[in-house]
């Protein structure tokens, strides 16, 4: 059975603070992903890799990095949080184009 | 326009009852279509992969219009454990999937 974990289900931080959400997965996959969702806006990507050391930008990609230095660990970093970046943050992997396997979720609220 | 197109909904139906959503997505070079699934304060996980003849997974038919653009998913003698969104999601040619911003479904005693 695929799992997809991340490290937190529920982040507070502040204003200004750099914040790193991880997320690891066991299936040997080479693609993983970064969405947020947010109330009436749906899932949104932030940035996707496919391979170690490779990503892409996604839909919204500003106020956010990332970071794979290991195939089964997909980082994403905010290097300084803002209000408007408190949301639910969602990591998936998947094996080539096919189905996607989410994480739980970390719900990060900026305050 | 945005690329995947959804009703939001919600729709209320008593169980039992059939109900379909339809979904519309812009790019028609489009390659693949999924229909997610997502419970509430849950992370989405696949119903369905929607294929070019149709395809029906017990009480669930997934059809697609590549003409029209559209997908389509229907569901039969709802359960109250249907209650849920519905993403209509499509995939171009990269690795990304393009999300709908789902439809909220609710099933009634």
């Known amino acids: 059975d695929v799992k997809v974990t991340q490290s937190s289900r529920y982040l507070v931080k502040r204003t200004g603070e750099k914040v790193f959400l991880e997320c690891v997965q066991d299936?040997?996959?080479?693609?993983m992903f970064w969405y947020r969702q947010d109330p009436g806006l749906g899932l949104r990507l932030i940035y996707f890799s496919y391979d170690v050391k490779m990503k892409e930008k996604g839909d919204i990609p500003e106020g956010y990095s990332v970071s794979r230095e290991k195939k089964e660990r997909f980082s994403l970093i905010l290097e300084s949080a803002s209000t408007n970046q408190t949301s639910m943050y969602l990591c998936a992997s998947s094996f080539l184009r096919y189905e996607q396997y989410f994480g739980p979720g970390t719900r990060l609220t900026v305050t | 326009r945005k690329e995947v197109e959804q009703d939001p909904g919600p729709f209320n139906v008593p169980e039992g009852a059939t109900v379909a959503f339809n979904c519309t997505y812009s790019?028609?070079?489009?390659?693949?279509f999924f229909w997610y699934r997502q419970d509430c304060r849950k992370e989405p996980k696949l119903l369905m992969s929607?294929?070019?003849s149709g395809n029906e997974d017990g009480r669930f038919t997934a059809q697609l219009n590549r003409a029209s653009q559209y997908i389509s998913l229907l569901i039969r003698d709802s359960k109250l454990s249907d209650s849920a969104t519905y993403l209509c999601v499509v995939t171009n040619s990269g690795y990304a999937l393009n999300f709908g911003k789902g439809t909220s479904l609710l099933v009634t005693p």
């Open positions: 929607v294929y070019s």
């Open positions: 299936m040997d996959h080479e693609n």
């Open positions: 790019n028609s070079a489009s390659q693949s």
